[in-house]
């Protein structure tokens, strides 16, 4: 896991960001973050993506993000079972229109031998609202292999909460620009505090994004949100570091677990 070429001149590497639990503050996932090397150093996705969009590369690229996804999530699982971390891939609005979708992923799933109910799709609020109902049988597509599926950046879009609840969907993620106004802005606080209430009331789980101080962690405990990731804790991370990482804490977690037995 860790780079390949897309074509001439186009060398992709991935980087995984952790995820946390409010809770005890353990990893307990990771987002898989894309990026573009060059001599001239990498190139992050939001200044490529939009064009391999436009171009339809993002198809093929895509694909062989979500098989590095597969392979990041078995291996973990092998080093360090039931409590291995799952993984979070982003999947674009041009993907989610590619008919090979689910025939791509189930033959990913199954020549990697990852789990899909540790793999977690995340789409746009925006995306999964551009055509409901042919996101509707995509996503069921989906579902049906067991992925899981998370509404990134929500609260940027205007989506139809009757149009959401139609939809696979396990996890809310609470867009940055709402979590780094929690400390400037009243809105936002309250956007925030309504998406964590509303997310409990459909029985989803909240990923915040974008955490960077204290005073956002505590406040997020404090409404019931679920997962925080953010440079607070980490940044996004080589496979090899975060494959330590998760080495380091579970060598922390055995040895508390010994000195309890004591």
């Known amino acids: 896991v860790g780079a390949g070429r897309m074509g001439v001149g186009l060398r992709l590497q991935v980087r995984f960001q952790p995820i946390l639990g409010t809770d005890t503050l353990r990893v ?14 990498e190139i992050p996705p939001t200044q490529f993506i939009p064009i391999a969009e436009m171009t339809g590369s993002i198809v ?10 597969c392979l990041a999530e078995a291996a973990w699982r ?60 995509v996503l069921g597509q989906l579902a049906e292999l067991g992925l899981q599926v998370a509404v990134d950046d929500f609260g940027t879009g205007y989506s139809s909460l009757s149009q959401l609840l139609r939809m696979p969907v396990s996890t809310l993620k609470i867009d940055r620009e709402f979590v780094d106004g929690i400390d400037k802005r009243h809105d936002s606080k309250a956007i925030v ?44 991370m080589l496979p090899e570091d975060f494959a330590r990482l998760l080495q380091e804490r579970a060598a922390e977690r055995r040895s508390d677990h010994a000195e309890d037995l004591y």
């Open 28 to 41: 307990r996932g990771a987002e898989l973050l894309l990026r573009w090397v060059t001599p001239q150093g």
């Open 78 to 137: 092998a080093r360090h079972g039931i409590s291995a971390p799952y993984v979070s891939v982003n999947i674009s609005a041009r993907q989610l229109n590619d008919e090979t979708l689910a025939r791509t992923c189930k033959a990913e799933l199954a020549e990697t031998g990852a789990d899909p109910s540790r793999v977690l799709l995340e789409l746009t609020e925006t995306s999964l609202m551009s055509d409901v109902a042919t996101n509707l049988r």
């Open 193 to 236: 505090s309504a998406v964590s209430s509303m997310a409990r009331a459909m029985r989803l789980e909240v990923i915040a994004e974008g955490v960077e101080n204290e005073n956002q962690l505590n406040y997020l405990r404090d409404i019931g949100c679920d997962y925080v990731q953010g440079f607070l804790f980490h940044r996004p």
């Open 60 to 69: 093929p690229i895509g694909k062989w993000v979500f098989r590095q996804a």
